[in-house]
């Protein structure tokens, strides 16, 4: 059984930096490619940086050059290293595997608020 908790979101300014963190437990962790995803207030949730396994990763270009995504494959963590953050970073942020669906097992998210 899959779960997934997300952390260390919060209320920063534009410009500012915060790091995520998604500790996950069951076997699909170790070998998906995992993602983190968010969902602006009013908005569909969308991928915005993923990596593999193997380190590889992938980002929106919205996001492209600001943020980092990493995981440690021994303690089952995901992390979003997110600087120069705007106001339209909004949103709830969750990680999953990179398929996820929508009617699919999602955690409880963590909010971040980036103000102007």
């Known amino acids: 059984q899959v779960l997934l908790v997300e952390s260390g979101g919060g209320l920063v300014q534009a410009g500012g930096s915060l790091r995520l963190s998604c500790a996950a437990s069951?076997?699909?962790?170790?070998?998906?490619?995992m993602g983190w995803y968010r969902q602006p207030p009013g908005k569909q949730r969308v991928l915005v940086a993923s990596?593999?396994?193997?380190?590889?990763?992938h980002y929106t270009n919205s996001v492209e050059g600001r943020f980092i995504i990493s995981r440690d494959n021994a303690k089952n963590t995901v992390y979003l290293q997110m600087n120069s953050l705007k106001p339209e970073d909004t949103a709830v942020y969750y990680c999953n595997t990179d398929y996820a669906q929508e009617n699919e097992y999602w955690g409880q998210g963590t909010q971040v608020t980036v103000s102007s």
């Open positions: 069951g076997s699909t962790f170790s070998l998906a490619t």
């Open positions: 990596v593999t396994r193997g380190g590889h990763t």
